[in-house]
T-cell receptor, first 109, second 115 residues
Framework: TQLLEQSPQFLSIQEGENLTVYCNSSSVFSSLQWYRQEPGEGPVLLVTVVTGGEVKKLKRLTFQFGDARKDSSLHITAAQPGDTGLYLCAGVTGNQFYFGTGTSLTVIP | KAGVTQTPRYLIKTRGQQVTLSCSPISGHRSVSWYQQTPGQGLQFLFEYFSETQRNKGNFPGRFSGRQFSNSRSEMNVSTLELGDSALYLC??????????????FGQGTRLTVV
């Protein structure tokens, strides 16, 4: 089983603060994806990273894939209440997806 | 392009009953995966279908089954429902994107409550 551990599990911050969420594994993946899920809805794909060391930016969100393609981080600058949700990472190998344990983020206005 | 459609959105069933959930993937996507999501266990993989064939299966009892039709629509069935089957059931439509590999797009889910 290829486990993906996310940290922290829960995060509650004030609007305007910065934060980083981590996704770690001992396994190598061909790509890694990040999703955001709002209560009662399905996860929405935010980004896919495929190259070791790759950095992708999506407005205030910065995603990085580790050099060894085993881990990833998501950094949010100046968090807003609309960023509230469950953030999931998923490691992909072939046609197999391995989802992380999730980070529940609450941004307080 | 329409997204992934899951029906019904909400369902309440009694222990011992059976239930069938439906998923229509994004047009052109041939792979459909099913997941069970609960607060304690997170997202658990049930099975994946590709071109009407089950390609991968998670670690769930035989009460959980699925199938895929020629139009790629998929159904999952849970028989002899137990209280612990209460969860959000998610369907993901998957396809290969050149340069990015396989990407998954989720439906809104079906919230199943077993009483």
């Amino acid at each position: 089983t290829q486990l993906l551990e996310q940290s922290p599990q829960f995060l509650s911050i004030q609007e305007g603060e910065n934060l980083t969420v981590y996704c770690n594994s001992s396994s190598v993946f061909s790509s890694l994806q990040w999703y955001r899920q709002e209560p009662g809805e399905g996860p929405v794909l935010l980004v896919t990273v495929v190259t070791g060391g790759e950095v992708k930016k999506l407005k205030r969100l910065t995603f990085q894939f580790g050099d060894a393609r085993k881990d990833s981080s998501l950094h949010i600058t100046a968090a807003q209440p609309g960023d509230t949700g469950l953030y999931l990472c998923a490691g992909v190998t072939g046609n197999q997806f391995y989802f992380g344990t999730g980070t529940s983020l609450t941004v307080i206005p | 392009k329409a997204g992934v459609t899951q029906t019904p959105r909400y369902l309440i069933k009694t222990r011992g009953q059976q239930v069938t959930l439906s998923c229509s993937p994004i047009s052109g996507h041939r792979s459909v995966s099913w997941y069970q999501q609960t607060p304690g266990q997170g997202l658990q993989f049930l099975f994946e279908y590709f071109s009407e064939t089950q390609r991968n299966k998670g670690n769930f009892p035989g009460r959980f089954s699925g199938r895929q039709f020629s139009n790629s629509r998929s159904e999952m069935n849970v028989s002899t429902l137990e209280l612990g089957d209460s969860a959000l059931y998610l369907c993901a439509s998957r396809h290969n994107v050149p340069g990015l590999g396989t990407e998954a797009f989720f439906g809104q889910g079906t919230r199943l409550t077993v009483v």
